[in-house]
């Protein structure tokens, strides 16, 4: 799997606000302590603590000792938080450079990052040592019952609080790469996990005039993603993409129209709102991802 890296120094920077998922759209970054984790022998381990197991160790080892563990946290409104990274801060040295962490035992190509999945929205970082033998039924409901009933986004394990440390996983469910922050003496000063929320979407544009004739809408973006968009047969003002993710569209008028799109993974559908002949449809059609970047704080 490879996936572009959030930028992670401005996760745990002194910014405040970030670029949102629309042009003026502000979140605010908020860095916020989870606890601190004793390694025993220096060994680290990362996963999904819920369905995955405790077990994940990764290869680098560090000095043992105990260090705080911190959370890049993303507010998009009030009431709605999102977990960005977690962060193991291994020393107050800057970090020059960032390098995949990977696992005992295993390589990872160049296309390929090491990352472990998530099928219970819950990530940790544990000591290396430590963390496998609260793998059992009965810590695992422990655990459990601590995130469903304890509510926010962070909680040490119940069993050992100082051994394994579980936290929201950004959107939910996925893959995730762990990354060491590599100092100028080439020592490990950070441990990071990136949960994606600090990537955004690339979008790519073309616009045609309304009304489209019947049939497909020819253009590269379409072409180059896989995708068709066609005008119905049988609904003159309804449009179908199919091939993948569904584009985005929106009729230029005066006053912008968003057209919502209806359907799933594969085949989407579009119901054009009313619109005066010669109105131009924009189609956008996402290329790619990028990090966010920080904005003027709010």
């Known amino acids: 799997m490879k996936s572009i890296r959030s930028d992670l120094d401005l996760a745990f920077s002194s910014t405040t606000a970030i670029e949102g998922d629309s042009p003026d759209e502000i979140w605010e970054l908020a860095r916020h302590p989870a606890g601190a984790l004793r390694l025993e022998d220096g060994r680290v381990a990362v996963g999904d603590p819920l369905t995955g197991g405790l077990h994940g160790v990764l290869a680098r080892r560090v000095a043992p000792g105990s260090y705080p563990v911190d959370l890049a946290i993303v507010s998009l409104a009030p009431d709605h938080q999102r977990v960005a990274a977690a962060r193991l801060l291994l020393s107050d040295r800057p970090v020059v450079r960032w390098e995949p962490a990977e696992f005992e035992g295993s390589t990872s190509s160049a296309q390929d990052q090491p990352a472990y999945g998530v099928d219970a929205g819950t990530g940790f970082i544990g000591c290396g040592a430590r963390s496998p033998a609260l793998d059992t039924e009965e810590d695992g409901e422990a655990l459990l019952a601590a995130v469903l009933e304890g509510g926010g986004l962070a909680h ?143």
């Open 156 to 298: 040490p394990h119940p069993s050992a609080p100082d051994a394994a440390l579980t936290f929201t996983s950004g959107w939910g469910d996925g893959m995730y790469v762990s990354w060491w922050g590599i100092d100028d003496q080439g020592d490990a000063a950070a441990l990071v996990t990136d949960f994606e929320v600090l990537t955004c979407a690339i979008w790519e544009r073309f616009t045609v005039t309304l009304p489209l004739p019947w049939g497909k809408v020819h253009h590269p973006l379409l072409a180059n993603r896989g995708l068709t968009l066609s005008r119905s047969l049988w609904r003159s003002n309804t449009l179908v993409c199919a091939g993948g993710a569904p584009a985005h569209l929106r009729v230029l008028t005066p006053e912008v129209l968003a057209v919502p799109a209806a359907g799933s993974w594969g085949r989407w559908t579009y119901a054009l709102p009313p619109h005066p002949a010669g109105a131009a449809l924009e189609v956008a059609v996402r290329t790619g991802n990028r990090a966010r970047r920080g904005v003027s704080p709010l």
